[in-house]
């Protein structure tokens, strides 16, 4: 069976501050996807990233950016100078390759304060 | 790339009736699926919507309280039966089209 943990539950940070969320992941599979969304106030899912198993080269894109590590199954976020808007709840997800049946960890909130 | 659209947005609805949700997508996705958010909780998987056949619940979820139907590869609706206050959530329809898309999800708030 699938596993996402996300063992921080809520983080609260200065803005400019930097602040990375974890995500620890379980999978028999080989073949897989991970992502990572944000879900503010509003309610609706927005898309930050996806990671294919094979690829583990770091990404940035702008103040974000991704660490992933297959050996301690590991696909952590980083905002860079955190702004008051990037506050939210942001979840990891697993996906098995071609299926699209997403594992959701329970989430982080995170917290910007001005 | 596919975009998803959600009907209604948001409802308000007594104990003990139905809703039906819809769901369209712009593109023939591979695959749809139904999530369920608690509040304040994660996204929990529902079922996989199978054009053309019954849909496939995962454990804790049956085909009485949540039938589903996709008789295409670009139109599924789930129906939320018999509700109860426990069954206020956001429900959020996803395709899967070489990645995952998610709809802007439907709030539901039984009284």
């Known amino acids: 069976a699938q596993k996402v943990t996300q063992a921080q539950t809520e983080i609260s940070v200065v803005e400019k501050e930097d602040v990375t969320l974890d995500c620890v992941y379980e999978?028999?599979?080989?073949?897989?996807?991970l992502f990572w969304y944000k879900q503010p106030p509003s309610g609706e899912l927005v898309f930050l990233i996806r990671?294919?198993?094979?690829?583990?080269q770091n990404e940035i894109s702008g103040r974000y950016s991704w660490n992933f590590q297959k050996s301690t199954s590991s696909f952590n976020f980083t905002i860079t100078a955190s702004q008051v808007v990037d506050s939210a709840v942001y979840f990891c997800?697993?996906?098995?390759?071609?299926?699209?049946?997403?594992?959701f960890g329970d989430g982080t909130t995170l917290t910007v304060k001005p | 790339s596919a975009v998803i659209s959600q009907k209604p947005s948001r409802d308000i609805c007594q104990r003990g009736t139905s809703l039906t949700i819809q769901c369209q997508v712009d593109?023939?996705?591979?695959?749809m699926f139904w999530y369920r958010q608690q509040p304040g909780q994660s996204l929990t998987l529902i079922a996989t919507?199978?054009?053309?056949?019954?849909?496939?619940?995962e454990s804790g979820f049956v085909i009485d309280k949540f039938p589903i139907s996709r008789p295409n590869l670009t139109f599924s609706t789930l129906t939320v039966s018999n509700m109860s206050p426990e069954d206020s959530s956001i429900y959020l329809c996803?395709?899967?089209?070489?990645?995952?898309?998610f709809g802007p999800g439907t709030r539901l708030l039984v009284l």
């Open positions: 997800a697993l996906s098995e390759t071609n299926a699209g049946k997403s594992t």
């Open positions: 999978t028999r599979d080989t073949t897989y996807y």
């Open positions: 990671r294919n198993s094979f690829d583990e």
């Open positions: 593109s023939q996705v591979t695959m």
């Open positions: 919507a199978n054009q053309g056949s019954e849909a496939t619940y």
């Open positions: 996803s395709g899967w089209l070489e990645t995952q898309y």
